[in-house]
């Protein structure tokens, strides 16, 4: 079973950058898409970005242009650097996997697992 671990984020000012990363264990995760959400207070969990096995890239409208997804494969990890944060992004971010081999989950969230445990992001005005 793939377990997955998210590290990076932290407190920062509107306009600074940050870069998520997300290490995965257990297998190789080569042949799986990889991605990243987020839950804001009182929010839902929602799509942000991901990779898939190609490399291509999805991502949400509002991030497009701020944000980018990367993955390593030799080192089994997912990136997601974060340039031009607004207060609007604070959220838990989570890291995932696709649950099926050569496959683009997409944006729901069922799609994907397993899930990693999160790191907060907190963007201040």
């Known amino acids: 079973q793939v377990q997955l671990r998210e590290s990076g984020g932290g407190l920062v000012q509107a306009g600074g950058s940050l870069r998520l990363s997300c290490a995965a264990s257990?297998?190789?995760?080569?042949?799986?898409?990889m991605g990243w959400f987020r839950q804001g207070p009182g929010t839902e969990l929602e799509f942000i970005a991901a990779?898939?096995?190609?490399?291509?890239?999805h991502y949400k409208d509002s991030v497009k242009g701020r944000f980018t997804i990367s993955r390593d494969n030799v080192n089994n990890s997912a990136y997601l650097q974060m340039n031009g944060l607004k207060p609007e992004d604070t959220a838990v971010y989570y890291c995932?996997?696709?649950?099926?081999?050569?496959?683009?989950?997409?944006?729901?969230?069922?799609?994907?697992?397993?899930w990693g445990q999160g790191t907060q992001v907190s963007v201040s005005t």
């Open positions: 990779i898939t096995w190609s490399t291509s890239t």
């Open positions: 257990g297998r190789t995760v080569d042949n799986y898409a």
């Open positions: 995932a996997i696709g649950r099926v081999e050569w496959d683009m989950p997409g944006a729901e969230a069922r799609n994907w697992g397993p």
